[in-house]
């Protein structure tokens, strides 16, 4: 596994964050014919908190983002993207593996969605995450605390 690391993002982070998320939501997105890069990364953009975002590095390099934001009943996991180039080598499955033992220390559970047919639903499926409802395009997800 290669070695990463998570700082917080800042506003400054926001363009390649954005970028990314084209990139990376760009195939389940044509598959559900609902892909527009202005759109995407708009979207990122009006959405964008910094507070409960942090940026992924390896080696010093910009290599994803994820967002942990606290709910009433639950955090949410949002804007988990990881460039290609790094998917593969367990960098996500390390950032998610940090992430849920803090839920897990707070007994809070851990919601998201990820796109129907997405592959990145197996990832979820393999850190505890089971389906709660779904519907077309999105397939919403939850976790409870392990401990």
Do not use: K
């Amino acid at each position: 596994m290669a070695d990463w690391d998570i700082r917080p993002a800042t506003a400054s982070d926001v363009e390649a964050v954005a970028d990314l998320r084209a990139v990376v939501m760009r195939a389940d997105l044509e598959r559900l014919g609902r892909y527009d890069g202005q759109r995407v990364r708009q979207r990122f953009r009006d959405g964008f908190g910094a507070n409960h975002t942090w940026v992924i590095e390896v080696g010093g390099e910009f290599a994803g983002c994820v967002a942990l934001r606290p709910a009433e009943d639950a955090h949410w996991l949002e804007h988990f993207y990881l460039d290609p180039r790094r998917q593969g080598a367990g960098i996500g499955s390390g950032v998610l593996r940090a992430l849920l033992e803090r839920c897990d220390d707070q007994s809070a559970p851990v919601r998201l969605n990820v796109l129907q047919g997405s592959p990145a639903r197996r990832l979820y499926e393999r850190h505890g995450f089971t389906v709660e409802s779904e519907d077309a395009v999105d397939v919403f997800m939850v976790r409870t605390p392990a401990r």
